[in-house]
C-alpha cells in the first residue's frame, strides 16, 4: 500500500513570509507550489521549485483565483473561459520555473475556493480539466476523493488521484465542512492520526454528523504553518510508515 503525503508550499508573498516551508519538505513526498494569483511571487516560485528539487519532493501547481487579499478563499464569479484561461497562465508560470530547476510539473491541485467550488460545480471542474490536458495531458489532476472534478478528469481520460484531508472535518456527502464552521478543522492529533489511518487502510471516514462513508484515498493533504502542525506532519509519516504503508510521491 502506498500513500502519497501534499503540502501547499510557496505562499510567502514579497516581504511576507508564510509557512515553514524549508521544515516541510523532509516530510512530505509532493509539493503544491502557489503560482502567483492567491499566493507566491516570481522569486518564490522559483526558491519553492529548486528546494523540492533538492529535497527530492515532486512539484506540483497550486492555482487559485487572483485574490491576493482573500488569500483565493473567496469565492469568485468567472465563466468556464475565464476559469480555463486562469489555470492556463498559472500553469505555464510554474512549468517555467520548474524546468530552470530542472524538474517538470507532475500534477495539479486548486487553491481554496475554486478547489471547493470545482468539487461541486461539473461546468468549473470541466473548465480546471480542459486546461490542464490542453496544456499537458500527463499532469495528475489531484482533487477531493468522490468530486465532480475527479470526475471529469475521469471522462476526460486525464490521470488523477483522490486526496483526502488530515485535519478536516466532512460532511455526508464527502465535501469537505466551510472552515467557518464549528468542528470544520479536527485540533486533536491523536483522532486525526486515527482518521487518516482509516482512511488509507480502511477506505471511510465519519462525517461530522456521525455517519460513516466511503472514502478512497491516493495523497493525504498536510499543513505545517506552525510549530505544532510541523511537529504533526512528521507523526503522520512516522504513523503511516510504522503501520506499513510506504509513503511515496503520486
Same mark, same amino acid.
Given at each position: 500500500?502506498?500513500?502519497?503525503?501534499?503540502?501547499?508550499?510557496?505562499?510567502?508573498?514579497?516581504?511576507?513570509?508564510?509557512?515553514?516551508?524549508?521544515?516541510?519538505?523532509?516530510?512530505?513526498?509532493?509539493?503544491?507550489?502557489?503560482?502567483?494569483?492567491? $499566493?507566491? %511571487?516570481? =522569486?518564490?516560485? /522559483? +526558491?519553492? !521549485?529548486? *528546494?523540492?528539487?533538492?529535497?527530492?519532493? &515532486?512539484?506540483?501547481?497550486?492555482?487559485?483565483?487572483?485574490?491576493?487579499?482573500?488569500?483565493?478563499?473567496?469565492?469568485?464569479?468567472?465563466?468556464?473561459?475565464?476559469?480555463?484561461?486562469?489555470?492556463?497562465?498559472?500553469?505555464?508560470?510554474?512549468?517555467?520555473?520548474?524546468?530552470?530547476?530542472?524538474?517538470?510539473?507532475?500534477?495539479?491541485?486548486?487553491?481554496?475556493?475554486?478547489?471547493?467550488?470545482? $468539487?461541486? %460545480?461539473? =461546468?468549473?471542474? /470541466? +473548465?480546471? !480539466?480542459? *486546461?490542464?490536458?490542453?496544456?499537458?495531458? &500527463?499532469?495528475?489532476?489531484?482533487?477531493?476523493?468522490?468530486?465532480?472534478?475527479?470526475?471529469?478528469?475521469?471522462?476526460?481520460?486525464?490521470?488523477?488521484?483522490?486526496?483526502?484531508?488530515?485535519?478536516?472535518?466532512?460532511?455526508?456527502?464527502?465535501?469537505?465542512?466551510?472552515?467557518?464552521?464549528?468542528?470544520?478543522?479536527?485540533?486533536?492529533?491523536?483522532?486525526?492520526?486515527?482518521?487518516?489511518?482509516?482512511?488509507?487502510?480502511?477506505?471511510?471516514?465519519?462525517?461530522?454528523?456521525?455517519?460513516?462513508?466511503?472514502?478512497?484515498?491516493?495523497?493525504?493533504?498536510?499543513?505545517?504553518?506552525?510549530?505544532?502542525?510541523?511537529?504533526?506532519?512528521?507523526?503522520?509519516?512516522?504513523?503511516?510508515?510504522?503501520?506499513?504503508?510506504?509513503?511515496?510521491?503520486?
Amino acid at each position: 500500500m502506498k500513500i502519497d503525503l501534499n503540502c501547499d508550499l510557496g505562499e510567502s508573498f514579497g516581504a511576507y513570509t508564510i509557512g515553514m516551508d524549508a521544515r516541510l519538505l523532509p516530510y512530505i513526498t509532493s509539493a503544491n507550489v502557489a503560482c502567483g494569483y492567491h $499566493a507566491g %511571487d516570481p =522569486s518564490v516560485m /522559483r +526558491a519553492t !521549485c529548486v *528546494a523540492a528539487v533538492s529535497a527530492g519532493v &515532486a512539484v506540483g501547481a497550486h492555482p487559485g483565483f487572483p485574490d491576493l487579499v482573500g488569500f483565493g478563499r473567496r469565492n469568485l464569479a468567472v465563466s468556464p473561459t475565464e476559469a480555463r484561461d486562469y489555470i492556463t497562465y498559472q500553469l505555464g508560470a510554474l512549468d517555467a520555473f520548474c524546468r530552470a530547476a530542472g524538474t517538470r510539473l507532475r500534477h495539479v491541485k486548486p487553491h481554496g475556493a475554486l478547489y471547493n467550488m470545482a $468539487a461541486t %460545480d461539473a =461546468s468549473l471542474a /470541466r +473548465a480546471i !480539466c480542459e *486546461a490542464v490536458r490542453d496544456f499537458d495531458p &500527463a499532469l495528475i489532476v489531484l482533487g477531493l476523493s468522490g468530486s465532480a472534478m475527479l470526475s471529469m478528469a475521469q471522462e476526460m481520460g486525464l490521470p488523477f488521484a483522490r486526496e483526502v484531508f488530515a485535519d478536516r472535518a466532512y460532511n455526508d456527502d464527502g465535501t469537505l465542512v466551510n472552515r467557518r464552521l464549528p468542528g470544520a478543522m479536527i485540533e486533536d492529533e491523536e483522532l486525526a492520526l486515527a482518521r487518516v489511518l482509516r482512511m488509507v487502510r480502511e477506505g471511510e471516514v465519519e462525517t461530522i454528523t456521525g455517519k460513516v462513508i466511503q472514502i478512497r484515498a491516493d495523497s493525504v493533504c498536510v499543513h505545517g504553518d506552525n510549530e505544532h502542525a510541523l511537529a504533526f506532519v512528521k507523526r503522520i509519516r512516522e504513523a503511516l510508515e510504522a503501520a506499513g504503508v510506504e509513503v511515496a510521491p503520486l
